[in-house]
């Protein structure tokens, strides 16, 4: 198992996307909620937002764990430089472990829950302290058309009689524009058990269920990691093979005109401005969608440079390793680790570019480079 600083960092970036799913989940039901000038809240809008967007992040969830996805939402998030050095540095180990992407989708159903649970907390506030009026309107559907499908989401709560639908109680509460009351005052908020219902069954509890499996299947992987780092290889010298360091890859600060920038961490424009200062004017800067990519087999490239931009705080994984080592191209080519934030290009922190030195030496043909000021 990992050290326990290392727990304890990780511990701090789960906080953090817990309070951030608490207070997002929050702002979005409350700015739902707080419905239109008269305060009446579309029935089939709350739907939408508490049933069936779980229901399709949930499908997608079950696809990310069954094809081994990549990062998922709690990646993207995280993927902003917002993290202390420290926490990023351990999410640069954490890569480097290979328990990186159980992480991240244990983290991604910590962040939805947080999020539907949210949500949960400001409508439990807003029933209480508020009068919420439930209404729905739609020029298409009338309320025949629309009662089978609440019948259907409404299957799972069939114990609980007051939480079910009408089709009297949709009648009184359709909603027209031009009139100024679409029907009793007490009615219009009978669909609360309806709406609890839906966010618990649809949201709340399979995020949990999702949650304590993505749990599971983190600590395991985590486990197999531990195991595997024990394990000693057989070796006539011992000694020799624990005391040896990893190879490091040399810095260059040059490279042989003309190149072409393959742009993996999909940087701003300002990076490339960057580039042209100290390099010169790249003749072509291209996006990298996964591979492959043919690029070193054109025939207009084979006697450029490629250099392949990635971003320093993200480890170095398998991917991009296996999307370089298919560039068989006879031309020079360069992986350039840079850092930056919105006020623009920094230098890139030591131990990323020791990890990325790391890298690269791992790579037949290819070098480590770096701008003057960024080394």
Avoid at 76 to 82: H, I, M, R, Y
């Amino acid at each position: 198992m990992k050290n326990t600083h290392s727990q304890q960092a990780l511990n701090q970036i789960s906080l953090s996307l817990v309070f951030l799913g608490l207070i997002a989940g929050f702002l979005v039901g409350y700015g739902i909620l707080i419905g239109d000038a008269q305060g009446r809240v579309n029935l089939l809008l709350l739907l939408i937002l508490f049933a069936f967007l779980p229901v399709l992040g949930l499908l997608l969830s079950l696809l990310l764990l069954l094809t081994g996805g990549r990062k998922g939402l709690a990646g993207w998030v995280l993927e902003l430089p917002v993290l202390p050095r420290h926490l990023a540095a351990e999410l640069i180990k954490l890569g480097i472990s290979g328990s990186r992407k159980s992480w991240l989708f244990y983290q991604t159903q910590l962040l939805t829950l947080s999020f539907a649970c949210g949500g949960l907390l400001v409508y439990l506030l807003l029933l209480l302290g508020s009068d919420i009026s439930f209404v729905w309107r739609s020029t298409l559907l009338e309320a025949a058309d629309i009662l089978p499908l609440l019948h259907v989401l409404a299957v799972p709560w069939g114990f609980w009689p007051e939480a079910q639908p009408s089709l009297d109680l949709l009648q009184q509460t359709q909603d027209f524009r031009l009139s100024s009351q679409s029907g009793a005052a007490p009615v219009l908020g009978q669909w609360w058990k309806y709406i609890f219902a839906a966010q618990c069954t649809y949201n709340l509890l399979p995020r949990t269920l999702m949650l304590l499996v993505s749990r599971n299947r983190y600590r395991r992987v985590s486990r197999a990691d531990a195991n595997l780092s024990k394990v000693k290889p057989a070796s006539p010298e011992p000694a020799t093979a624990v005391d040896e360091e990893p190879a490091l890859a040399e810095v260059v600060y040059s490279i042989v005109a003309p190149y072409i920038v393959l742009d993996w961490a999909s940087s701003p424009d300002f990076c490339h401005q960057q580039l042209g200062q100290h390099l010169g004017t790249p003749s072509a800067i291209r996006p990298i969608e996964p591979m492959p990519l043919a690029i070193a087999e054109e025939n207009d490239s084979r006697s450029q440079s490629l250099v392949v931009l990635v971003k320093s705080w993200e480890p170095p994984l398998r991917e991009l390793g296996d999307y370089l080592a298919s560039v068989s191209g006879p031309q020079q080519k360069y992986i350039l680790p840079m850092d930056w934030d919105e006020r623009g290009v920094k230098p890139i922190r030591d131990i990323h570019l020791h990890e990325w030195r790391r890298f690269c030496a791992s790579l037949e043909g290819w070098q480590l480079l770096q701008l003057e000021e960024s080394s």
